[in-house]
């Protein structure tokens, strides 16, 4: 008999990544953020790691160069932190500023904290990504299945 | 930002040094003395602009910011440190390929060499330039990192390497003293800006402390004793890192240190006599040791030493010939440095007692080193002669001993001086191939400026006063008088007595070096030297037992940090004076939810105590987490539920997943250790637990609603942040965030690095 489980994994890819592509952009005024929206990432290619093995799982552009996603995500992190600074602003000087009038609509607003919360997510991805990717390279040469 | 093009210059100079040679190893040097040679254009220019202040904010709330200065201080080392170092940097253009050659190592290495070198520039640019007291902590300790990268240069010498470390670990240690006194004089000033401290310091003068902790770092740099014996043993660099760090640069920044920083130690006459009598005892340490070396390099070495004495006298008397001193002294030590580094390239002998009569096959090069020894012994018709004047006219003023003592020192540099080069040039000759055009050039380029300043005393006038009403006079026009006077006043009367008295040591030499040396011989083993390998031994011992004791078994190695981190929890709720402390709070029907579900939290914590197997355990933590999960949803706190879950979701799987990597063996070991805890376990656990607990508690006692509520909630909303975890995580706590993910990143590379060698393997 075939299972469904590994049907249903690979359909389950996109609308959790919508979801969390929604709780990183949300995040500044609803329940969500960018270290929540890349756990939940992370968690979906755990899920193809765990059903259809790191060969399957590793076709996923996002999910063979998850490192170096991360060391973007720094940067992003970073620039959005100091840039500012050349400006003549403090560290982590965050735009518009308080009083300044924002831009957005329902629970998106467009602000330089996304992009700080993008970088986040990026790095929370790719360290879970990461972390998985090594653990199943460890493991390939022994037996299939985990303790 | 005019004021910054000099500095944007040197800064420049490293990395176009590096890009030109990856393009063709040769090119580094010339490119990195070229920039050198603009960057000192631009500085010369700046320099005829007069004073300015440079002062960038960074963390404006806190009061940093970047503050750089143009005064004669900064322009007088500044041009010291350009022109020394770009000459330097083509001397090793023609020494390096000989030196590499006969360390084995490949020609492409001399654009290392070259890249750190004038990186050290760069940085002694920037520590003669900055205004700010934690801005020269940084420019020092960089100085103190390339200096220990360039003394270790040949990395498969162990000498070297051990001389390096000497270095680091030294004028490191001193630096950290230094960054002990900046941190107490910023509290006590509450500003870290140089003329504001300065400011304030004229109406509540400094505290001792804080100026001795300043001197240490500063007489560690200049290696003044009791700090000295690193120097010699640096000698163990190739000669250029000698000629440039060991006389113009390295050395000249603790007394640069001292000299910026005068307007604080002007009032502080305890703390200058103390300088006073290290700088005597430096003289004379110095000088005695230089008469018996016998490697050339560690004569000169030893003459360092005495010269920086010489120059800490200056400043410890508040003499405003104190900068003429050390940029007088610098041309003449490079020189030599790089006169007995062409020496033992063209003969291969590093000592004096193998050398001899050279003046015949090196003709130019005698010349210009006998000008160099000349300004170093104070001879007349060199600057080296307007550097000792002042000095003498400064212990003029002190009286009959401070004289004496300075004619000896005197004598006994011309004695030195004299034996140095006649040992070189002097005696039988000796028949040895010409040396390389661009290793002569540099000496003759600096015995010309030697000649030049000596000659046209009116040059250095206005530099001199310019460093000096910066440094010495505290703003006050200076009235520093440079001249020849042919009449019998005190300064020429001393200057006369030590050249006699220097020509009779060196004619008399023979008779009394072998018993000289004994004497220093014996009285090394009980020198400070001897007291850092002591210290440097029992350290090591003290690391070793700590080390063992801390990788006994993994249960040690966890104990070893819950352990010192709950005493430290303790220690902290011991010493905080906090009136109820803990308190119980109050329980109601409302929260029924919340108790039930840490309950629950609870009973899988204490059931992770007899779990049986690994996997068990995994899931019953994880048990614990989902619970705490339950109780931030149960206490509105959705935000954190979210995350929290997810979290825990990761967590488990990746934990499961490492069981499987672990050997089976391990884990069963492992199992059965703790099953039977011992005694030291139960009280490492106990400790870190009762400490965790007590901290918990007092900090929920504490809560300010107002504060952490109300006033958070309406800061997020001004902020365009309703969702308040966010407003915390991204504005109010930026930064922290920025420091935690930059940890992140780091544990990443981490976990790639080892699993890959796991994986390999």
Redesign the interface.
């Known amino acids: 008999m075939r299972s469904f489980v590994p049907p249903l994994s690979r359909m389950l890819v996109w609308p959790s990544l919508i979801i969390a592509l929604a709780l990183w952009l949300k995040g500044g005024t609803e329940v969500g953020g960018g270290f929540p929206a890349g756990a939940l990432a992370g968690l979906v290619v755990l899920l193809q790691y765990v059903v259809t093995g790191r060969e399957q799982a590793r076709r996923y552009v996002a999910v063979r160069y998850a490192a170096p996603l991360a060391g973007v995500g720094l940067l992003l992190v970073v620039g959005t932190a100091f840039l500012p600074v050349l400006a003549g602003y403090t560290p982590v000087s965050l735009f518009p500023r308080p009083g300044q009038p924002g831009l957005g609509a329902g629970a998106f607003h467009l602000h330089t904290a996304l992009v700080f919360e993008g970088g986040l997510m990026l790095i929370v991805f790719g360290l879970v990504v990461t972390v998985i990717d090594r653990f199943a390279l460890s493991t390939s040469t022994e037996e299939e299945s985990g303790p | 930002m005019p004021l910054l093009l000099p500095i944007l210059l040197a800064l420049a100079c490293a990395p176009l040094a590096y890009v030109a040679g990856r393009w063709r190893p040769g090119a580094a040097a010339w490119v990195g003395a070229s920039l050198a040679v603009a960057s000192l254009v631009a500085l010369g220019w700046e320099l005829t602009l007069g004073p300015a202040r440079l002062v960038l904010p ?4 806190w009061g940093l910011s970047l503050e750089f200065t143009r005064d004669g201080l900064s322009g007088l080392y500044a041009v010291m440190a350009l022109s020394v170092g770009a000459l330097v940097v083509l001397y090793s253009r023609a020494y390096l390929p000989h030196h590499l050659e006969l360390k084995h190592r490949p020609a492409r290495d001399e654009v290392r060499f070259h890249v750190l070198m004038l990186s050290f520039m760069a940085a002694m640019v920037l520590l003669v330039t900055v205004d700010d007291l934690l801005l020269l902590f940084v420019a020092l300790d960089l100085t103190t990192i390339v200096s220990y990268l360039l003394i270790g240069y040949d990395r498969d010498d162990p000498e070297s390497r051990a001389a390096a470390l000497l270095s680091l670990v030294l004028t490191g240690a001193t630096s950290v003293v230094f960054f002990a006194g900046a941190m107490t004089l910023g509290l006590q000033y509450g500003t870290f800006s140089l003329p504001l401290v300065f400011e304030r310091a004229a109406t509540s003068p400094a505290s001792t402390g804080a100026l001795v902790c300043l001197a240490v770092g500063a007489l560690g740099k200049s290696a003044q004793v009791p700090f000295h014996f690193w120097l010699p043993r640096a000698m163990a660099a190739p000669t250029p890192v000698s000629s440039y760090l060991h006389s113009a640069a390295m050395v000249a920044a603790g007394v640069f240190l001292l000299q910026r920083l005068y307007p604080l130690f002007a009032p502080a006459v305890a703390v200058r006599d103390g300088l006073l009598a290290l700088g005597f005892l430096s003289m004379a340490v110095g000088s005695l040791l230089a008469l018996v070396a016998d490697p050339f390099k560690r004569v000169l070495a030893y003459s360092t030493i005495a010269q920086y004495g010489y120059a800490l006298v200056l400043v410890a008397l508040g003499s405003e010939g104190a900068p003429l001193y050390v940029a007088a002294h610098a041309p003449c030590k490079a020189a030599l440095f790089l006169t007995v580094g062409a020496v033992t390239q063209v003969t291969g002998s590093k000592k004096l007692s193998q050398v001899s009569g050279l003046r015949h096959s090196l003709p130019v090069l005698a010349g210009a080193s006998a000008v160099a020894a000349a300004g170093l012994a104070a001879l007349p018709l060199t600057v080296g002669f307007f550097k000792d004047e002042v000095f003498f006219h400064a212990l003029v003023q002190k009286g009959p001993a401070f004289m004496a003592a300075g004619l000896v020192g005197a004598g006994l540099t011309l004695a030195y001086t004299l034996r140095l080069w006649w040992g070189l040039f002097g005696g039988a000759r000796q028949d040895v191939p010409a040396a390389p055009r661009l290793l002569v050039a540099p000496v003759v380029v600096l015995a010309a400026s030697v000649l030049a300043g000596g000659l046209l005393p009116g040059l250095l006038v206005a530099p001199a006063r310019a460093a000096a009403s910066a440094s010495m006079t505290r703003g006050e026009p200076a009235t520093l008088e440079l001249a020849y006077h042919l009449d019998a006043r005190a300064e020429n009367l001393l200057a006369m007595g030590a050249w006699a008295l220097g020509a009779v040591l060196f004619a008399t030499r023979l008779a009394w070096t072998p018993g000289l040396a004994r004497v220093l011989d014996g009285t090394s083993r009980f020198g400070p030297e001897h007291g850092y390998r002591l210290l440097l031994h029992q350290l090591d011992r003290l690391s070793t037992w700590l080390h063992e004791l801390e990788v006994r078994d993994l249960r040690d190695r966890v104990a070893s940090v819950l352990v010192p981190t709950g005493l430290l929890g303790l220690t902290v709720l011991w010493v905080t004076p906090l009136r109820h402390r803990f308190i119980p709070g109050t329980v109601g029907w409302a929260d029924l939810t919340l108790v039930m579900a840490l309950a629950f939290a609870s009973a899988a914590a204490l059931a992770t105590l007899r779990a049986r197997g ?2 068990v355990l995994v899931m019953l933590i994880s048990c614990v987490g989902f619970s705490l999960a339950m109780v931030f949803a149960f206490a509105a706190a ?2 954190v539920a ?2 929290s879950v ?2 825990e ?2 967590f488990t ?2 934990f ?6 672990l050997p089976d063996r391990r884990l069963a070991r492992a199992q059965q250790e703790a099953q039977q805890p011992r005694d030291r376990d139960r009280f490492s656990a106990g400790i870190a637990g009762v400490s965790g607990f007590l901290l918990s508690w007092s900090a929920l006692s504490h809560l300010e609603a107002d504060r952490v509520g109300t006033q958070t909630v309406k800061l997020a909303e ?6 308040v ?3 915390v ?3 109010f706590r ?2 922290d ?2 420091g935690e ?2 940890v ?2 780091a ?2 590379l981490g ?2 690095s080892l ?2 060698l ?2 390999k393997r």
Not at chain 2, 718 to 723: D, G, L, M, Q
């Open positions: 960074w963390a404006p709330t690994h996997l959705p935000d979210l995350t997810l979290v979701t990761t799987l990746l499961a997943g490492l069981l499987a990597l001004v902020a365009h942040s309703p969702n975890v966010a407003a995580l991204t504005d930026g930064l965030t920025v993910m930059s992140v990143v544990a990443l976990v790639t699993l890959g796991k994986g």
